[in-house]
């Protein structure tokens, strides 16, 4: 299976000087597990990059990320933008939904509009095109295998 | 008037799940109001059987995301009543905290994220960032404080741990009280602000009397987690005879069934325990209440949102009594209990059975469970708030539509069903059973 991963989407995973990733999703609900994933895979053990994993509540992570002090920011989720399954792609906040699959947190792309406001850099979204959001299915072998790549990048 | 209107809202935003309305007038006559709740049935009463009943609180959690801990709680209650188990007092002050929290996390959530941007003439919170930033923020830091005080009291934001049938696996130490009576005090500003900005919205004026049905006790309390469950037309029934208020029945166009009591429908939610228990409310909440102009009996359901506001006064107001309460009498930790699904038999098992009434966030909750010898569970029923109010909503339409007719145009009757929908605060979800707008015709 060949890559999925463009040069830009590499490029921003490997060349920012102070990268704070964040991941969210569900690990319950398939292809959506892939942050949980990534986060359970990833150490920032060389110190050049910041981890937080907001699980499913990403409205409680506004002041540790502040407290990274980071320059750059990328949310990375699994997302559904036509793409093929495993697909990577980065977006502005701009692009992603005001509304979400619950009502029951805050909307994603307010908490990243204020992450930019308070640390005074860029917020990028990078999605995951997901298989399957189906409960209790296992990551699809595709984003698996763009997860896998993702870590390998920074390992 | 011979007006015709088909007006068919696919999805409705701002409300948690999905639903339809579908709003049908054919030479100005009303043929078709409906609320179809169109999400699968979740068959939580179906995984609860052949459970052990010490396990039910952790499974049925999980029906919501937001009134998690109120499931919780009206589980451990309906539990205890199978098995006989008295919560001591302090267990029962604790209880009463966590479901405050919920209170608050969930009204903020509704007030700021789905009313506010109706209000505030923007289609959705997000732009709210470039226009009202303090009120954005605000909202999350009370959510955020909400959601941390949850988690000190039992161990997660959502979906507790340590709460379990006969009290708690963990207990807060002193330092935890302290963080959480100076967290609590801490929002009150942004409480008392959360009134303020409610007092310069102007909310539709529309009535229609109806029966509100919520918990009731002769005790002091604003009852959330004690009483009985009555009604404002006088009925008043133990939570055992729960299946004598609800009486639930199946409608084609709804995957939730609806309910009626004394009239064709009735409410229930935070309009509801204000107009069956207003005088118990603390005196700021009844400040903030006449502040407001929210008085009983008020019967314009857009006001639920307003009843939700002066709810956020009254939860903060008794979690920091409780608090208090609980922190003079001093945490008997000898109390803790070992987790566990009863291994050790700490707690007698027989069949039985047994029901819990708490109100959730959006209304009156009720869990039934039925359980064998080993504390099997062999039948499971919940009846949820949600699923209560369908009925209700859908009567409000029918009243609304007829008036709106003569003056508003097709979109502004849309937005003013949706808005009515949104006012109840439904959880379409957790109902199983709800929402898309469609007109046809006037």
């Given at each position: 299976m060949l890559s999925l991963l463009t040069d830009d989407v590499i490029g921003a995973i490997t060349r920012s000087p102070s990268l704070l990733l964040i991941t969210v999703g569900n690990d319950l609900r398939g292809d959506d597990g892939v942050g949980p994933y990534i986060a359970e895979n990833l150490s920032p053990s060389r110190g050049d990059f910041f981890l937080i994993d907001a699980g499913g509540q990403p409205e409680s992570i506004l002041d540790s990320a502040e407290a990274t002090g980071a320059r750059e920011v990328i949310i990375i989720d699994a997302a559904d933008f036509g793409g093929l399954p495993g697909e990577a792609r980065l977006f502005g906040i701009d692009a992603i939904p005001e509304t979400t699959m619950s009502t029951h947190i805050f909307p994603l792309p307010v908490i990243a509009r204020l992450m930019e406001k308070d640390m005074g850099c860029r917020v990028r979204f990078l999605g995951i095109q997901a298989a399957t959001f189906a409960f209790g299915a296992p990551l699809s072998e595709a984003v698996k295998k763009t997860a896998d790549e993702l870590?390998?990048?920074?390992g | 008037m011979t007006k015709n209107i088909?007006?068919?809202v696919e999805y409705l935003t701002r409300v948690e799940g999905h639903g339809n309305i579908v709003v049908n007038v054919k030479e100005g006559k009303l043929e078709l109001c409906h609320l179809e709740i169109i999400e699968s049935p979740r068959f939580f009463e179906g995984i609860l059987r052949g459970r052990s009943i010490f396990e039910a609180q952790h499974i049925t959690s999980r029906i919501c995301g937001?009134?998690?801990?109120?499931?919780?709680?009206?589980?451990?209650?309906?539990?205890?009543?199978?098995?006989?188990?008295?919560?001591?007092?302090?267990?029962?002050?604790?209880?009463?905290?966590?479901?405050?929290?919920?209170?608050l996390d969930s009204h903020v959530l509704h007030i700021y994220v789905l009313v506010a941007p109706d209000a505030l003439g923007v289609k959705s919170f997000v732009p709210l960032i470039d226009t009202h930033e303090k009120v954005v923020r605000r909202a999350l830091r009370l959510k955020k404080t909400y959601n941390d005080v949850c988690d000190i009291l039992v161990g997660r934001h959502v979906h507790p741990i340590s709460c379990v049938i006969g009290g708690f696996t963990k207990l807060p130490r002193e330092k935890d009280l302290d963080m959480?009576?100076?967290?609590?005090?801490?929002?009150?500003?942004?409480i008392d602000a959360t009134i303020e900005l409610l007092s310069a919205i102007k909310l539709p004026e529309f009535e229609r009397d109806t029966e509100f049905v919520g918990l009731v006790s002769d005790a002091d309390e604003y009852p959330m987690l004690i009483g009985d469950a009555g009604s404002t037309d006088?009925?008043?029934?133990?939570?055992?005879?729960?299946?004598?208020?609800t009486n639930e029945f199946v409608v084609p166009h709804s995957t939730?069934?609806?309910?009626?009591?004394?009239?064709?429908?009735?409410?229930?939610?935070a309009l509801a325990r204000f107009n069956l228990n207003h005088s118990k409310l603390t005196p700021n909440a009844k400040k903030a209440a006449e502040f407001l102009g929210l008085k009983p009996k008020c019967i314009?359901?857009?006001?639920?949102?307003?009843?939700?506001?002066?709810?956020?006064?009254?939860?903060?107001?008794?979690s920091l009594a409780l608090l208090h309460d609980i922190r003079n009498k001093g945490i008997n930790y000898d109390e803790e209990i070992v987790v566990g699904l009863n291994e050790h038999g700490r707690i007698p098992v027989k069949a039985g059975k047994g029901v819990g009434a708490v109100e959730a966030p959006r209304g009156i909750l009720f869990h039934n469970y039925e359980i064998d010898d080993e504390g099997k569970i062999v039948h499971a029923n919940c009846v949820i708030p949600t699923c209560q109010n369908v009925?209700?909503?859908?009567?409000?339409?029918?009243?609304?539509?007829?008036?709106?007719?003569?003056?508003?145009?097709?979109?502004?009757?849309?937005?003013?069903?949706?808005?009515?929908?949104?006012?109840?605060?439904?959880?379409?979800?957790?109902s199983t059973h709800n929402l898309d707008v469609k007109f046809v015709n006037r």
């Open positions: 870590l390998a990048l920074r | 088909d007006i068919k937001i009134c998690a801990c109120a499931h919780s709680l009206v589980s451990l209650q309906a539990a205890e009543d199978t098995l006989g188990v008295v919560p001591s007092e302090q267990t029962t002050k604790l209880r009463k905290l966590l479901l405050h929290m919920e209170n959480m009576e100076k967290m609590l005090n801490d929002t009150r500003p942004d006088g009925v008043r029934k133990n939570k055992k005879d729960y299946r004598a208020i939730a069934k609806h309910s009626k009591l004394s009239r064709s429908s009735y409410a229930v939610g314009n359901p857009y006001m639920n949102t307003i009843a939700q506001a002066v709810e956020t006064v009254h939860s903060l107001d008794d009925n209700n909503i859908e009567e409000d339409m029918k009243k609304l539509v007829p008036e709106l007719l003569p003056d508003k145009s097709e979109e502004e009757m849309t937005l003013l069903l949706e808005m009515l929908v949104r006012a109840y605060d439904p959880c379409i979800s957790c």
